[in-house]
């Protein structure tokens, strides 16, 4: 048959349902769309919508041949709805009247003379879906299975408006609706696919040489079913990014036993005649190849369909498939390496560049230190003892502790930047007694110039004390350094509000706005006195400390003053 003559199918009205409904991005548009589709795909003479509220049945919209309970709420214990969702089950009623699970007098104003009621949610019920005849009768089990076909689609439709809609009220989802993952999570999967030119020829082969008329390539995971490229002659309905119910899909089944599923015509099959796929979906041709990546996971699959009979059980067919699968799948190996590859090179070249920086920047620093110990080491060699020895001692002991505070800096830059990060060893001190230890280190180191320090006392808190005392000895000789010498360096330390909050604030000139993010850059040093030394690592390393703590460092320059503050919260297992 022409394809392009071909008229709307089952299997076509059906998958566009189902695509509408789980497209629905709110509650109301999720009900309208099941209203506006569920009859006309199941050839009911009535659907309605129930959604579970608390202990009650609420029946939140219809569509029937006459009015039902729209608007109503019901006790889940005396209504039809109610049962179907405490049993987790579908309810089958031929006939109203020979069944004890109906409230006859609700029904006897009614139309309804047969139903079918099925849970939305079949693990964990938020709702129900109905359908109803004017007669006696007993549903096949095609249209039982379409109408739990159409609930599982509610669910997602559901689960994704509850999520839409608390993100965008900034509140919690709605109570008893569990958050499914949003379509938006297969985007990259989707994008994957259609990056691969070769699909589209791929999936036109393939309906060429089997006559059938959709083919696509689906992401098939344990609870989703997503279209990531799709050719279409059929009206099927289905585009990239679609979803189908899992459970009503054949590819579930595959991506257990990873084997070929195929059949030239599910009625004349044995295996499959009775197989709830091809009479949900009106299918009698069908093909699905796993497709397998180079790790052994399985990905999804490449299928075929047709609501006609085809000839694709045979090695030609199956070889074509199975090669088509194979080539997808490197693809899309080939693509996952090609990233991994530009993350590792990235990676080397970021090393490559710190290894560089930190040679030329350690040899430069080091220099200086190196010869004065060397200059003092020959002099005491020549002279001997001598009144002026120990101000060498001294000399050449401090150029050794800046040697070694230099060597602690690179030491903390390679744990922040190649291994697991900056470790902690948390101990109950008094934090504001750290501090002023700290204050007087560098103002013995800096006797010129005038450090201020304020701090509420006792500050109790289980912390690392050292390494705070690093932070904010790195911060506060920053502050020395590149503040102006005829105004204070001010520190202060408080908790507020259930935070630590420590500042330290100098004068001078202002940082520009497009330096401050460049500060905390490791080998960044500031442009501030000339002659200053120094890898360009404290602010770096400050802020890692910052970062290990559970806290961070914000900065504020102006004309008058420039401020660093490091914000932590204090949990109660920290304040002692």
């Known amino acids: 048959m022409d394809q392009a003559t071909r008229t709307s199918t089952p299997i076509a009205s059906l998958s566009k349902a189902l695509a509408r409904i789980v497209r629905a991005r709110n509650t109301e548009e999720a009900v309208s769309t099941l209203r506006e589709t569920a009859r006309n795909v199941i050839g009911c003479e009535g659907i309605a919508i129930i959604l579970k509220d608390g202990d009650l049945c609420h029946y939140v919209e219809e569509d029937a041949i006459g009015p ?39 029904y006897a104003g009614t139309f309804v003379r047969a139903m079918a009621m099925t849970p939305v949610r079949s693990d964990a019920p938020i709702g129900a879906i109905g359908a109803y005849w004017s007669q006696p009768y007993t549903p096949a089990d095609w249209e039982v299975e379409v109408l739990e076909a159409l609930a599982e689609a509610a669910a997602t439709a559901l689960d994704n408006a509850a999520l839409i809609e608390s993100l965008t009220a900034g509140s919690s989802p709605r109570s008893g609706v569990a958050l499914a993952p949003r379509n938006d999570d297969f985007a990259r999967d989707v994008k994957r696919v259609g990056a691969i030119a070769a699909v589209p020829t791929m999936l036109d082969v393939v309906l060429r040489i089997t006559g059938m008329g959709f083919a696509a390539v689906a992401r098939v995971t344990e609870t989703r ?74 990905w999804g699959t490449l299928c075929a369909i047709d609501s006609n009979p085809a000839k694709v059980n045979n090695p030609e067919v199956l070889g074509a498939f199975k090669l088509f699968a194979e080539l997808i799948a490197h693809h899309l190996d080939a693509e996952t390496r090609l990233v991994n590859t530009s993350v590792a090179l990235e990676r080397e070249r970021e090393l490559s560049e710190l290894r560089e920086q930190f040679i030329a920047v350690l040899g430069h620093d080091l220099r200086n230190p190196i010869a004065a110990i060397d200059a003092g080491t020959s002099r005491l060699m020549k002279e001997g003892w001598t009144e002026r020895s120990p101000v060498l001692l001294d000399l050449m002991k401090a150029s050794l502790s800046r ?49 201020t320090a304020a701090f509420d006392g006792p500050m109790r808190l289980a912390v690392d004390h050292p390494r705070l005392a690093q932070m904010v000895s790195n911060l506060l000789s920053n502050a020395v350094t590149h503040g102006a010498d005829d105004k204070p360096v001010a520190i202060s330390g408080r908790i507020a509000d259930g935070c630590l909050e420590i500042s330290v604030t100098n004068g001078g000139k202002p ?40 806290g961070r460092i914000d900065v504020r320059s102006d004309a008058d003053e420039t401020c660093f503050t490091f914000r932590m919260s204090i949990s109660r297992d920290r304040a002692m």
Not at 258 to 276: K, M, N, P, S
Not at 281 to 294: C, H
């Open 68 to 106: 039902l309970w729209k608007g109503q709420k019901f006790p889940a214990v005396a209504c039809v709805s109610g049962w179907s969702m405490r049993n987790k089950a579908t309810a089958v009623i031929p006939d109203i009247r020979a069944d004890d699970r109906i409230p006859y007098e609700l």
């Open 511 to 550: 940082i520009e706005r497009s330096e401050i993010d460049k500060l905390f850059l490791p080998f960044k040093r500031g442009d501030g006195r000339s002659g200053v030394q120094g890898l360009g690592l404290g602010l770096y390393i400050a802020s890692q400390i910052a970062q290990a703590q559970g």
């Open 225 to 298: 079913w997503i279209a990531c490229e799709v050719l279409d002659r059929v009206g099927f309905g289905l585009k990239p990014g679609d979803e189908l119910p899992i459970e009503s899909t054949f590819c579930n089944e595959i991506r257990g036993h990873r084997q070929t599923i195929v059949f030239d015509d599910a009625a004349e099959d044995l295996q499959y005649c009775d197989h709830h796929t091809p009479r949900t979906y009106g299918l009698r041709s069908y093909i699905s190849q796993p497709i397998i990546l180079e790790s052994g996971a399985f």
């Open 403 to 451: 040697m070694s505070g230099l060597v602690d800096n690179v030491m903390d830059l390679a744990r922040a930047r190649m291994g697991g990060g900056i470790t902690l060893s948390l101990s109950e001190k008094d934090l504001s007694t750290t501090l002023q230890h700290v204050v007087d280190e560098v103002s013995v180191a800096n006797p010129t110039r005038r450090i």
